[in-house]
């Protein structure tokens, strides 16, 4: 069974790579970029398929081997060989198990990433510029380029929203599990009496589209200018660099002041007018997906409760997955890591689950 999914594959990673050197689907972008994907994606289990045919015929040809063979000193080496084959095997079929797990289609595009101040005033902003501080690190880490679009401080600083672009090779694939509700437990610096406060900020993560994903009328889209209002320099409040957009059939808003540029804010307000039109058709996808399992990792529901920093224990908690961390000083530098690790496992597991029941 695994072995005709495998030549099935291999099947179609030979078309794919015949179809990718024809001249007219190379002068389809759409379509040439498509399979181009596709058949990068088909090459990790294409080279699976090779390797575990080359030890499935080693296992055949060891089994005769030790059928045939007299001499006792062979025989030995044969056995020894065969179980080491046999280990190899098991080892590799888990593997290609888990990369025939079906891939978010998005998972490979740039990231738009949103945080925004929930319940707390004040606590909750600065608590949402800490986990800006914490993603930029992260992406940092992994050598990724951010770049803010739209920022709204806060009073005591913080931000009552902040909403940044994260550039790099399949960062809404890692950068995804993020989404929900992220609460805080910690005395905050207005409080005098030393009480421990709960406050709350959102994170949205979108991937980023493109013109392929996504194709705008210029007749649907409201354009204004006004002056920046926000760190600038001098063309602050004196050119109308700022650029508001709206989308009219959906009603989605999009402003950008962060460049002293207007092409460049109009620029980076069309790609995530873009990516919030496009998430809204990517949600129902979610949507789909989620009913079908009776737990999901990476769901849509970007209301629920995620995760909770505690500051007095020292303390997160993932509450997905029951995963809890004494190590919040590093996390809040950056070093999630082993959180989503552990949720991309636990996604894993789930799918391969439902892998198993769909074929029994």
């Given at each position: 069974?695994l072995?005709?999914?495998?030549?099935a594959?291999?099947?179609r990673h030979?078309?794919?790579?015949?179809l990718i050197t024809?001249?007219?689907?190379?002068a389809?972008?759409?379509r040439?970029?498509?399979?181009?994907k596709?058949?990068?994606?088909l090459e990790?289990?294409?080279?699976?398929?090779?390797?575990?045919k080359?030890?499935?015929?080693n296992?055949t040809?060891?089994?005769e081997?030790l059928?045939?063979?007299?001499d006792?000193?062979?025989?030995e080496m044969a056995?020894?060989?065969l179980?080491s084959?046999?280990?190899?095997?098991?080892?590799?079929?888990?593997?290609i198990?888990?990369l025939?797990v079906?891939?978010?289609?998005?998972d490979?595009?740039n990231?738009i990433v949103?945080?925004?101040?929930?319940?707390?005033?004040?606590?909750?902003a600065?608590?949402?510029?800490?986990?800006?501080?914490?993603?930029?690190?992260?992406?940092e880490?992994?050598?990724?380029?951010?770049?803010?679009?739209?920022?709204n401080?806060?009073?005591?600083?913080?931000?009552?929203?902040?909403?940044f672009?994260?550039?790099?090779?399949?960062?809404?694939?890692?950068?995804?599990?993020?989404?929900?509700?992220?609460r805080?437990?910690?005395?905050p610096q207005?409080?005098?009496q030393g009480r421990v406060?709960?406050?709350?900020?959102?994170?949205?993560?979108l991937p980023e589209?493109?013109?392929?994903d996504?194709?705008?009328?210029?007749?649907?889209?409201?354009?204004e200018?006004f002056c920046?209002?926000g760190?600038g320099?001098?063309?602050?409040?004196t050119t109308?660099?700022?650029?508001r957009l709206?989308?009219?059939p959906t009603?989605?808003?999009?402003?950008?002041?962060d460049?002293?540029?207007q092409?460049?804010?109009?620029?980076?307000?069309?790609?995530?007018?873009?990516?919030?039109?496009?998430?809204?058709e990517?949600?129902?996808?979610?949507?789909?997906?989620?009913s079908?399992?009776k737990t999901?990792?990476?769901?849509?529901d970007r209301?629920?409760?995620?995760?909770?920093?505690n500051?007095?224990?020292?303390?997160?908690?993932?509450?997905?997955?029951?995963?809890?961390?004494?190590?919040?000083?590093?996390?809040?530098?950056?070093?999630?890591?082993?959180?989503?690790?552990?949720?991309?496992?636990?996604?894993?597991?789930?799918?391969?689950?439902?892998g198993?029941?769909t074929?029994?």
């Open positions: 069974m072995l005709e999914k495998l030549e594959i291999k099947e030979n078309e794919v790579g015949q024809d001249p007219e689907i190379i389809d972008m759409k040439y970029i498509r399979l181009n596709e058949y990068k994606d990790p289990i294409v080279g699976a398929y090779e390797e575990y080359n030890i499935l015929d296992i040809s060891t089994r081997l059928a045939n063979e007299k006792q000193e062979f025989k056995h020894n060989e179980e084959l046999e280990e190899r095997k098991g080892n590799l079929e888990e593997k198990r888990v025939l079906p891939k978010d289609p998005q490979d595009k990231s949103e945080i925004r101040a929930g319940t707390g005033g004040d606590e909750a600065i608590f949402a510029g800490d986990l800006y501080r914490m993603y930029t690190k992260f992406c880490s992994r050598r990724w380029k951010t770049e803010v679009v739209e920022m401080e806060g009073t005591s600083g913080g931000f009552k929203e902040v909403i672009n994260v550039t790099g090779d399949g960062t809404y694939g890692v950068l995804k599990y993020e989404s929900g509700v992220h805080v437990q910690r005395v207005t409080e005098t406060h709960t406050s709350a900020a959102t994170v949205a993560v589209a493109d013109e392929f996504i194709e705008l009328k210029t007749s649907d889209i409201k354009k200018t920046s209002s760190p320099g001098q063309s602050v409040n109308y660099s700022a650029v709206t989308h009219n009603g989605i808003v999009v402003s950008c002041q460049q002293k540029s092409i460049k804010n109009m620029d980076k307000a069309m790609k995530v007018l873009r990516s919030r039109i496009f998430d809204m990517y949600k129902k996808y979610l949507d789909e997906i989620a079908r399992r999901m990792v990476s769901t849509g209301s629920a409760k995620i995760r909770t920093y500051f007095p224990q020292g303390r997160v908690t993932e509450h997905r997955i029951g995963l809890t961390l004494y190590n919040l000083s590093a996390i809040m530098d950056g070093d999630i890591h082993e959180i989503i690790e552990a949720l991309q496992v636990a996604e894993n597991a789930e799918k391969l689950k439902e198993v029941s074929e029994t």
